[in-house]
């Protein structure tokens, strides 16, 4: 199967910028996500890149490809306490299925005021 | 645009018994999927139903079955629960080839005891 892989904790303060790291196996992936986890909560979608693109950007958050390393950045400018929360990379697998989602373990984030 | 919503959201039951959980889907959105999320984990995919059909099965044994409905809303059976299978499950929708995304529930928090 897939290996998608992510480190656990970063912290910043607040008004810093934030990077979150997540490194993938699958080469003929199609589309990369980034979700967010608020604690007791769902997963809500914040961004997503498709692999023939290198950058995205949305408002504060920057998605950086890198296809040659399978490496896929996330990048929150000037971060918020609200900010804080589990971020999970996921990775798009059309292998046998309209789409089954293959997640990291998710970077818990804490902002420090 | 109404989004995804499940029920219940917390749920006790004890080993062996049976249970079911339910999710609606976002509006407009014809492909239900199923993940379980363990603490401390990322999702992992259960399966997928188009077209009232499955679709798609992550590597779960068949006492975990679902159904879809022609208003394309979904349910997951749980026959035989084990404590193991305490989890936060999670249900996304999305329109067909789910390149734009999935979109999730905020989950029902299933606990074995």
């Known amino acids: 199967g897939e290996d998608v892989e992510q480190s656990l904790f970063l912290s910043v303060r607040e008004g810093d910028s934030s990077v979150i790291n997540c490194t993938y196996t699958?080469?003929?992936?199609?589309?990369l996500y980034w979700y967010k986890q608020e604690p007791g909560a769902g997963l809500q979608l914040l961004t997503y890149?498709?692999?023939?693109?290198d950058m995205k950007q949305d408002q504060r958050l920057t998605v950086l490809l890198n296809k040659k390393d399978k490496h896929l950045s996330l990048r929150i400018a000037d971060t918020q306490t609200g900010d804080s929360a589990i971020y999970f990379c996921?990775?798009?697998?059309?292998?046998?299925?309209?789409?089954?989602?293959?997640f990291g373990r998710g970077t818990q984030l804490t902002v420090w005021p | 645009e109404t989004g995804v919503t499940q029920s219940p959201t917390h749920l006790i039951k004890t080993r062996g018994q049976q249970v079911t959980l339910r999710c609606s889907s976002q509006s407009g959105h014809n492909t239900v999927s199923w993940y379980q999320q363990a603490l401390g984990q990322g999702p992992q995919f259960i399966f997928q139903y188009y077209r009232e059909e499955e679709n798609g099965r992550g590597n779960f044994p068949p006492r975990f079955s679902g159904l879809q409905f022609p208003n394309y809303s979904s349910e997951l059976n749980v026959n035989a629960l084990e404590l193991d299978d305490s989890a936060l499950y999670l249900c996304a929708s999305s329109l067909g080839l789910a390149g734009d995304g999935q979109y999730f529930g905020p989950g029902t928090r299933l606990t074995v005891t």
């Open positions: 890149i498709f692999s023939n693109m």
């Open positions: 699958d080469s003929s992936s199609t589309y």
């Open positions: 996921a990775d798009l697998d059309r292998g046998s299925t309209l789409g089954r989602l293959y």
